[in-house]
């Protein structure tokens, strides 16, 4: 079952914050994060793992609540290279071969 | 290191031809996955490889074959194409599970006329 992402869409101002958030229905061993720009494929930012620490890739950073089934995606002072599409991607409970990605949701970072 | 080749970039394709989208990899990974995206779909999975010999289907499987013969490749097959399968095509690879992520290839966009 597809994970749902929350906002849909988000405008910024450069060096606004913002939070993406990511639901599961099941339970989570692990969240990926990818960020994909207009034209391009998508690249990986980084994976927080079940009793892992928050992450951090440049000024963005994650956390994930097992309990919950959560993760959120935050972007601290955001940058015109921010812009973009991101993608959640949570694996099962025990570790999963597949990895079955949200909707995404859609930054548009403006000067 | 040349990381996820695919191949060929764009395709445009008449309803009820077949096609084969390929896929390299060049990084040793046992995990490759075969996706596409369409507006407002996000990437949806369509078939994946746990290591050569072994494939499974993903979220959207139908009319695409897969088969993984060696480590390195994992074509994707397209038997009677119908419009319903214009998208973007990606496939993407990862060592394992756990810590790593996928590398996805620079994607194949199909038109079927």
């Known amino acids: 079952q597809q994970p749902v992402q929350s906002p849909q869409a988000v405008i910024l101002r450069e060096g606004e914050d913002a939070v993406i958030n990511c639901s599961s229905s099941k339970a989570l061993y692990s969240v990926h994060w990818y960020r994909q720009k207009h034209g391009e494929a998508p690249v990986f930012l980084m994976i927080?793992?079940?009793?892992?620490e928050q992450k951090g890739h440049e000024k963005i950073s994650a956390s994930f609540n097992e309990k919950k089934q959560q993760s959120s995606l935050y972007l601290t002072a955001s940058q015109l290279s921010y812009s973009g599409t991101y993608f959640c991607?949570?694996?099962?409970?025990?570790?999963?071969?597949?990895?079955?990605f949200g909707k995404g949701t859609k930054l548009t970072v403006n000067p | 290191n040349a990381g996820v080749t695919q191949t060929p970039k764009f395709q445009v394709l008449k309803t009820g031809q077949s096609m084969t989208l390929q896929c390299a990899q060049d990084?040793?990974?046992?995990?490759m996955s075969w996706y596409r995206q369409d507006p407002g779909m996000g990437l949806r999975l369509i078939h994946y490889?746990?290591?050569?010999?072994?494939?499974d289907q993903g979220e959207v499987p139908n009319g695409y074959n897969v088969s993984r013969s060696t480590t390195e490749d994992f074509p994707l097959r397209l038997l009677s194409a119908a419009p319903s399968q214009t998208s973007v095509y990606f496939c993407?690879?990862?060592?394992?599970?756990?810590?790593?992520?996928?590398?996805f290839g620079s994607g194949t966009r199909l038109t079927v006329v």
């Open positions: 993407a690879s990862r060592l394992g599970t756990g810590v790593y992520g996928y590398t």
């Open positions: 991607g949570p694996e099962a409970q025990g570790g999963s071969e597949k990895l079955v």
């Open positions: 990084m040793n990974h046992e995990y």
């Open positions: 927080l793992l079940k009793g892992g």
């Open positions: 490889s746990v290591g050569a010999g072994i494939t």
